[in-house]
């Protein structure tokens, strides 16, 4: 086994807690002193730790990742949402430039960034793996414990696996049995993926003690969207019906969908809509932000009289926003939204007068993107230029979804380093989601009517009224709270029932993957959705040459089918994996 490509934890013992450390990269080379072996772990205790671990590596944040705590982030706000067009890197030109090359499509194995992302998820696959091993040990544990242990250790690891996938495709396959970890990346993995959220689906409970574990029904909605990504559209529209039907939160909380700004805020999270999430927790005692959203440390607004300490980037582009627009029956404009563009403050000064885009929009738009002279949350109206860093290279628009309330921030943001955390959690899987996936598999199983029915269930919701943006009572004190009066023209509605169905299933997927790309904007999905419908070159190299109109970030900016649909397989980690001169991993097309 090479170091660097190694996926082992070292427990040691304090105040009689395993606590998971990081390997030094001379960690082979000489025992450890206080390593715990499986003969101490081999209990309710120890494996209790262990499992604990795994979850603790969801956030991808530690010294195991080998990089800033922003390379790994959970959300994938670099990998998923930047490189799908939903945003800009943003800040400014010489601020973390690998993001733009990986936002540009111009970056090579040798980004440092990939390799950090690798080692995060290897190290919750290693962790995973280690739950699995030392539980067949346990002699103390009742049946039923351990196939909720196994369970959720399985659920874990295809989680990360998922990850792994989707982000190289072909990558080596580690698991608890697994001695020579220096392995191949010649198989495809999905088997193993599906495989292991099966028996995860199997073994886990309805409900758990712990609000953020995974549960039956979390385990059911993976393997349904892993069915999805493989194309087994019947598997995936037949799993998803019953999970909508019958499934529950791991609190008990029969799914439903929620208004939906209370999936982003940290007083309403574990709703109703939660299938599963990374738990995310402010001011825990550590003097560090690492267990509060550290990996989106960066994206919040900054410049002058901004309330936050740092940093500007993952700004929403134009087009997203342009996607927001509705038409006079609250509909969107799927084929030519660019063409009825929303009005921004580009170039305009904070100071200067703006008049406000009066058209009508989709009421989700204002929860997603902070733009000019509409609330941002609590804290003001948001200013525009002078809470940017460079409009010019970034856009004039900052994130939202991510943005903890001012009234709250005591209990919910944590101030303890250079640069905001919270405790929003970050939504791996929530029920519109879901709702989305499963509308995806019943259209091309040939269920047209159903896929219409789950797709305006989201409509509908995002029509309640009681869930929009609301203009401030007064202005200069936002804290008073919101009026009755909408923040802008807000026209949305479901499309007429059977009207979709009737056009055929092209159209009908073609509603659906726009509802994906408004409802879950900013969430870290677009770039693999793009990537799995086979619609990534055509919408990203259109975005390209829309966007770059706008700002000068993507300049260059160009995806190569057949190349860019997966990211080069880290060079540091084909160097490892060295054997007799020839290395072991493989590069992905096009990056030799």
């Known amino acids: 086994m090479k170091k660097g490509f190694r996926y082992i934890i070292v427990l040691c013992l304090t105040a009689s807690l395993p606590v998971f450390q990081a390997c030094k990269d001379d960690f082979l080379d000489k025992p450890v002193q206080g390593a715990l072996g499986d003969e101490v772990l081999s209990n309710q205790k120890g494996v209790d730790g262990l499992l604990t671990g795994a979850y603790a590596a969801l956030d991808g944040q530690g010294d195991f990742n080998g990089g800033s705590g922003w390379e790994a982030p959970p959300d994938n706000w670099v990998y998923g949402s ?54 067949k040990l346990a002699t103390d ?89 493989q194309r087994k559209h019947a598997e995936a529209a037949a799993l ?55 990996g989106g440390m960066l994206n919040f607004p900054y410049g002058t009289g901004a309330p936050f300490a740092c940093c500007g980037f993952f700004q929403p582009s134009q087009m997203l926003v342009n996607s927001y627009r509705t038409d006079a029956n609250g509909l969107p404009y799927v084929d030519d939204f660019n063409s009825h563009a929303v009005k921004n403050d580009l170039g305009v000064a904070s100071s200067a007068t703006f008049a406000a885009d009066a058209g009508p929009l989709d ?34 628009y900052a994130p939202k979804k991510n943005i903890h309330r001012q009234k709250t921030q005591d209990l919910y943001a944590d101030l303890s380093s250079w640069a905001p955390g919270n405790a929003i959690n970050v939504l791996v899987i929530r029920f519109a989601d879901v709702l989305l996936m499963a509308a995806e598999a019943e259209a091309n199983a040939g269920s047209l009517a159903k896929a219409e029915e789950y797709l305006n269930r989201v409509r509908t919701r995002a029509a309640d009224k009681t869930g929009w943006l609301y203009k401030y009572i007064d202005n200069k004190n936002p804290l008073a709270g919101f009026s009755t009066t909408p923040a802008a023209n807000y026209v949305i509605k479901p499309y007429p029932t059977g009207s979709l169905a009737a056009k055929g299933k092209d159209n009908v997927l073609k509603a659906i993957y726009f509802e994906r790309s408004i409802e879950l904007a900013m969430e870290g999905h677009r770039f693999f959705d793009l990537v799995r419908w086979g619609t990534a070159e055509k919408t990203l ?41 020839a290395a072991m991993l493989k590069q992905n097309p096009g990056y030799n």
Not at 268 to 290: C, H, P
Not at 374 to 380: C, E, F, I, T
Not at 552 to 581: C, E, H, R, W
């Open 240 to 294: 998803f019906a019953t999970v909508i039907s019958s499934g529950v939160t791991s609190n008990g909380l029969k799914y439903d969908l929620v208004s939906f700004k209370d999936n982003f805020d940290a007083a309403t999270k574990n709703n109703a809509e939660s299938v599963f999430a990374i738990q995310m927790v402010a001011n825990d005692g550590t003097l560090d932000i690492t267990n509060a959203n550290m």
């Open 82 to 135: 930047i490189p799908g067009g939903d945003a800009h890197k943003g800040s400014d030109g010489g601020d973390q430039t690998p993001i733009n090359a990986i936002a540009t499509f111009a970056s090579g194995a040798d980004n440092g960034f990939f390799n950090t992302k690798w080692r995060a998820l290897y190290e919750g696959v290693s962790r995973a793996n280690a739950v699995l091993k030392v539980l």
């Open 541 to 581: 190299n259109s975005f390209f040459g829309y966007e770059s109109k706008v700002t000068t970030d993507l300049a260059g900016g160009k995806f190569t089918s057949g190349k860019n649909n997966y990211f080069p397989i880290p060079q540091y980690q084909i160097d490892m994996s060295v054997v007799n001169g």
């Open 141 to 229: 544990l009742p049946e039923a414990n351990k196939a909720n242990i196994e369970g959720q250790a399985l659920f874990l690891r295809a989680h990360y696996y998922f990850e792994l996938k989707k982000m190289w495709n072909m990558v080596p396959w580690i698991d608890e049995n697994t001695t020579d970890f220096n392995q191949p990346n010649d198989k495809d993995i999905w088997p193993m993926i599906e495989a292991d959220f099966k028996a995860a689906y199997e073994k886990l409970p309805a409900t758990q003690t712990l609000v953020g574990r995974a549960n039956k029904w979390a385990a059911g909605a993976y393997l349904a969207k892993t069915y999805l990504y």
């Open 363 to 396: 009421p989700r738009l204002d929860w997603t993107v902070g733009r000019r002279d509409v609330p941002y949350h609590d804290w003001g109206l948001f200013p525009g230029m002078n809470w940017v860093r460079d409009q010019r290279y970034g856009g004039p």
